[in-house]
């Protein structure tokens, strides 16, 4: 299994809702990464889990929170987000944070908020 | 990170090659040079990366000058299917969560 997995593909909710967005990967790679994308926009980082630790919060507000259960799974729980907001998430893992090797994405969960 | 300047648009006619400049003028003798591409409405995509010397693999070709302050990426023979935004990231390997993208390249193949 070579891919990053994630779900839902779109996600439509409203500002009081709270969700989860979810990513999953096989391939034993040990940091995964979170990234928002806005339309027309290069991917921006948000957070990094390395050995299923928090390593990297580029500054996120709170109403992101990411867990990450165990080392294949990595979750980012939304709650009371803004319209602004509204963008691809993506999700991407590489064998380890300081790797000289290339990162594997996943193909996003498109977020819209109402 | 160094920066990198990518034009922002290019044109090529399919089944001919693609060539790509990336310039990374500040880069340091420990980063690489990536690159990635993401076509629509997907995620972004590992093409190719180096150090030094110039790389080639089933998807692409990376050659990088002698003075590293800039690189070329390589499609051999462009399909309609390579149509995508070609980002070119420098990093330095050994640091933790630093992919960090730049504006890219919109490639058009055209028929």
């Known amino acids: 299994d070579t891919e990053v997995t994630q779900t839902p593909k779109h996600l439509v909710m409203g500002m009081t809702n709270k969700k989860s967005l979810k990513c999953e990967q096989h391939?034993?790679?040990?940091?995964m990464y979170w990234y928002k994308q806005k339309a027309k926009k290069p991917p921006e980082l948000m957070f990094v889990?390395?050995?299923?630790?928090?390593?990297i919060n580029e500054s996120v507000p709170s109403r992101f929170s990411p867990e990450c259960p165990n080392s294949s799974l990595l979750n980012l729980h939304l709650h009371a987000l803004q319209p602004e907001d509204s963008a691809l998430y993506l999700c991407?893992?590489?064998?380890?944070?300081?790797?000289?090797?290339?990162?594997?994405f996943g193909s996003g969960t498109r977020l819209t908020v109402v | 990170d160094a920066k990198t300047t990518q034009p922002p648009s290019m044109d090529c006619a399919e089944g001919r090659a693609a060539n790509l400049p990336c310039n990374h003028s500040?880069?340091?003798?420990?980063?690489?040079v990536y690159w990635y591409r993401q076509i629509h409405s997907q995620g972004p995509q590992y093409i190719i990366h180096?150090?030094?010397n110039n790389e080639t693999n089933e998807m692409a070709s990376l050659i990088i000058t002698e003075d590293r302050k800039s690189s070329t990426l390589i499609l051999p023979h462009a399909t309609l299917r390579d149509t995508a935004v070609y980002y070119c990231?420098?990093?330095?390997?050994?640091?933790?969560?630093?992919?960090?993208f730049g504006k890219g390249t919109k490639l058009s193949v055209k028929p």
């Open positions: 991407a893992s590489s064998q380890e944070a300081g790797t000289e090797y290339g990162y594997t």
């Open positions: 391939m034993g790679h040990r940091a």
């Open positions: 889990y390395s050995y299923e630790k928090l390593s």
């Open positions: 500040t880069i340091s003798g420990n980063e690489y």
């Open positions: 180096g150090l030094k």
């Open positions: 990231i420098v990093r330095v390997a050994i640091s933790q969560g630093n992919l960090i």
